[in-house]
């Protein structure tokens, strides 16, 4: 059974850049579409972009207005997540999930999460 | 930005019926986008309870049921138990006429009395 498992907790300054990553082992990576969400404190859940790893195909939402990029290392199996121009509301647990495709499909593997701080 | 609307809490005593809304609109649920479900522990990350509106996950009790109609859909959670305390969240697909997202519901917290 596939695990993903992301890199630990990180504290940023606003207006700097923050990666997440997100290292998958015990089964296919490639083939499946990888997303990023995040939840603030108490609040539900975003949906932040995905990517297909074999493609490389990504697919985002526009309100982020470009500041999310997902890459991958496919010879690692990890996901990647960069959020650059970060501000205070960026603060939240930062999560990867595994999905059939880039829209609509449930999110069936998680990561256990990474926190996110950013402190002006 | 939560699309989807969800009670903020429903609470029920061990054994008995407890039935969880979400409502969406005819951009995202009554569209003919599926619904999904997960149950997030306190601390944990979100797992996946039931997809495509009524399939349960692997390992899932079959006192979970999910259901939709028109433009939204309801999670019953039947023989409550004390495991079951968690918060709730569904999750669908919008096609605005701006952008394609994936929508989640505001959560539902379900106490075990």
């Known amino acids: 059974q596939v695990q993903l498992v992301q890199s630990g907790p990180d504290v940023k300054k606003a207006g700097s850049s923050v990666k997440v990553a997100c290292t998958a082992s015990g089964g296919t990576f490639s083939t499946y579409v990888i997303a990023w969400l995040r939840q603030a404190p108490g609040q539900g859940l975003q949906w932040m972009g995905g990517i297909i790893p074999v493609f490389g195909t990504t697919n985002y939402p526009q309100r982020f207005h470009g500041r999310v990029t997902i890459t991958t290392d496919e010879s690692t199996s990890t996901a990647y997540m960069e959020l650059s121009s970060l501000r205070s509301e960026d603060t939240a647990m930062y999560y990867c999930?595994?999905?059939?495709?880039?829209?609509?499909?449930?999110?069936?593997?998680w990561g256990q999460g990474t926190m996110v701080t950013v402190s002006s | 930005q939560s699309v989807l609307t969800q009670p903020p809490s429903v609470s029920g005593a061990p054994g008995q019926r407890v039935s969880i809304s979400c409502t969406g609109s005819s951009s995202n649920i009554g569209a003919g986008y599926d619904v999904h479900w997960y149950q997030q522990l306190p601390g944990t990350a979100p797992k996946l309870l039931i997809s495509g509106n009524s399939h349960r996950s692997s390992g899932v009790p079959d006192r979970f049921s999910g259901s939709k109609s028109g433009t939204s859909a309801s999670l019953v959670i039947t023989g409550l138990q004390a495991e079951d305390e968690a918060d709730y969240f569904c999750q669908s697909y919008d096609i605005s006429l701006s952008a394609r997202d994936y929508v989640f519901g505001t959560g539902t917290k379900v106490t075990v009395l």
């Open positions: 999930a595994r999905s059939m495709s880039l829209s609509a499909d449930a999110f069936d593997i």
